[in-house]
């Protein structure tokens, strides 16, 4: 029951909301949930914008029933082929065999090898357009955003960019689908932490996106995940390119890997001598204990980022290693990194993060420092200074 959600000139909201699945990709947590939006518009000729994920199709069809009525059904344009969007395809063509697929080249080579596809199909290009009657729909092609195959397509009407996954975010839509309809900024933790676990890998890509649809007059950012951002599109839009940038604010995360508390107990006082320098954006985070990606999303925030971790049989705490593992592929540049840890018996934790940080892009900020076992006054002096040295950097 979706009862016609108009975005806007006759462009209809028909998406979904999961609350059932936990993890996103079988991977990410998703506790407040997440939407698949997909759009109807109805003009001379109707077109559908995005499927959903497959177990949802039936209320896909639903949804689309409501608005076109008895109408054909004329086009499918597929943004983004990722079976979260592309799932349903098989479920449409079934209930309107005469549409017409409308993507790029890639597109059609993939939904051919995940869906067998041999319908009708309008391959376009960057900058094609297609006449609707009352309306022409322009194309963008928009690759590694985060697939090959991204596209975006504008509506030269209405305005409305359907952007793919690209200005995204976690969060199921709960009864508010528009950005001027609720407090919007509720999502912006969970569009981070979206951003950078998920597309924030191909941040150049984003920027050459955005450089694309620079020039476009964006009166409603239709994405395929979370909110419709219709009343303040730029917001969103700026915050897509303030993190595909690189750009941080002022603060530190502080993340360690400990098993009996001494490492923890560096952390805990590291985060008070920068609070003491006047950092005010401080965040501790147990690697066993909090979600990688929640530890990403900070990171992606804030400028500072402390890594530590005892000696777990000559290397780091595991949970630390699969942290730094995922760290090193997610594309985050440009972050001031301190080390520290703690010898145990046998050292390896503060080396192995040493060697993390020899094949990061980041800035190491003074020496590491690794405890033998409980921490001493000449760690204590060590970690004075860490802390000063990040604090100094930080406002620089
Ligand atoms: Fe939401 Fe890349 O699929």
């Known amino acids: 029951m979706n009862k016609k959600i108009e975005v806007k000139d006759d462009i209809y909201y028909i998406g979904v909301n999961d609350r059932r699945t936990e993890l996103f990709e079988n991977l990410w947590p998703i506790p407040y949930g997440v939407s698949y939006n997909a759009y109807l518009i109805d003009d001379e000729k109707t077109v559908l914008v995005e499927t959903v994920e497959a177990r949802q199709a039936g209320l896909l069809l639903e949804h689309l029933k409501e608005v076109l009525g008895d109408k054909p059904l004329d086009y499918l344009v597929l943004d983004h082929v990722e079976p979260d969007h592309s799932g349903s395809l098989k479920d449409v063509l079934g209930a309107y065999p005469e549409v017409c697929v409308v993507g790029n080249k890639k597109t059609l080579g993939l939904i051919e090898r995940f869906y067998g596809f041999d319908g009708i199909f309008l391959e376009v290009k960057n900058g094609d357009r297609l006449d609707l009657g009352g309306r022409e729909l322009e194309f963008y092609l928009t690759p590694m955003v985060h697939w090959p195959e991204t596209m975006m397509t504008y509506d030269l009407k209405s305005k409305c960019l359907f952007s793919g996954d690209a200005f995204g975010s976690f969060g199921t839509l709960d009864g508010a689908i528009f950005d001027d309809e609720m407090d919007a900024e509720r999502y912006v933790d969970e569009m981070r932490r979206y951003f950078s676990n998920i597309v924030g890998k191909y941040s150049g890509m984003v920027q050459r996106a955005l450089g694309k649809i620079g020039g476009l007059e964006v009166g409603a950012v239709c994405p395929t995940h979370g909110p ?9 839009i700026g915050l897509y390119d303030l993190w595909s940038k690189q750009e941080a604010e002022e603060g530190v995360v502080i993340v360690f890997g400990s098993m009996y508390g001494h490492t923890e107990s560096m952390a805990d006082r590291l985060a008070r001598l920068l609070v003491e320098e006047g950092v005010t954006n401080v965040y501790i985070f147990d690697a066993s204990k909090t979600h990688m990606s929640s530890i990403i999303s900070y990171a992606w925030k804030y400028k500072g980022l402390m890594l530590g971790s005892c000696a777990y049989n000559t290397g780091m705490l595991p949970t630390m290693d699969a942290l730094c593992r995922k760290l090193a592929v ?17 050292g390896g934790g503060v080396k ?9 892009s980041f800035e190491v900020i003074g020496s590491s420092i690794e405890a033998k ?8 002096e ?10 100094m950097r930080l406002k620089a």
């Open 330 to 346: 997610s594309g985050l540049e440009n972050r001031l990194l301190g080390i520290f840890g703690n010898y145990s018996w046998s």
């Open 373 to 380: 076992s409980v921490t001493e006054q000449t760690d204590d």
């Open 352 to 360: 192995s993060l040493e060697t993390f940080a020899e094949e990061s």
């Open 382 to 391: 060590k970690l004075i200074a860490l802390a000063e040295n990040m604090a």
């Open 228 to 236: 419709v951002w219709r009343g303040n599109p730029e917001r969103v």
